[in-house]
Nanobody
Framework: QVQLVESGGGLVQSGGSLRLSCVAS????????MGWYRQAPGKQRELVAG???????NFADSVKGRFTISRDNAKNTVYLQMNSLKPEDTAVYYC???????????????WGQGTQVTVSS
């Protein structure tokens, strides 16, 4: 099977920084896109940032200029550096990856269990 395990969440004051990490493990042949989503209480899950296998990135307008995303393909890991955090960034952050497990299989979506980020004002 495949697992995505996130780390790095926590409580931080407004204006502070956090770095999230997500490691994909298990039977993995190839990883296409990776990214981070978040879901605040009472709201739908939304894309925060994504990165392709080639390194192209995209960001939600609300985090542009404050968050950066990167990946280490050799380690099957994606990172989210979050700076200048605001209370409205408070949410559960989920890692996502498009993974092909075998040479003959198709890319399938996998999700991490989520990590809580809380920004106090």
């Amino acid at each position: 099977q495949v697992q995505l395990v996130e780390s790095g969440g926590g409580l931080v004051q407004s204006g502070g920084s956090l770095r999230l990490s997500c490691v994909a493990s298990g039977t993995i042949f190839s990883i296409n896109g990776m990214g981070w989503y978040r879901q605040a209480p009472g709201k739908q899950r939304e894309l925060v940032a994504g990165i392709t296998s080639g390194g192209s990135t995209n960001f939600a307008d609300s985090v542009k200029g404050r968050f950066t995303i990167s990946r280490d393909n050799a380690k099957n890991t994606v990172y989210l550096q979050m700076n200048s955090l605001k209370p409205e960034d408070t949410a559960v952050y989920y890692c996502h990856a498009e993974i092909k497990r075998r040479t003959w299989s198709v890319f399938t979506d996998y999700w991490g269990q989520g990590t809580q980020v809380t920004v106090s004002s």
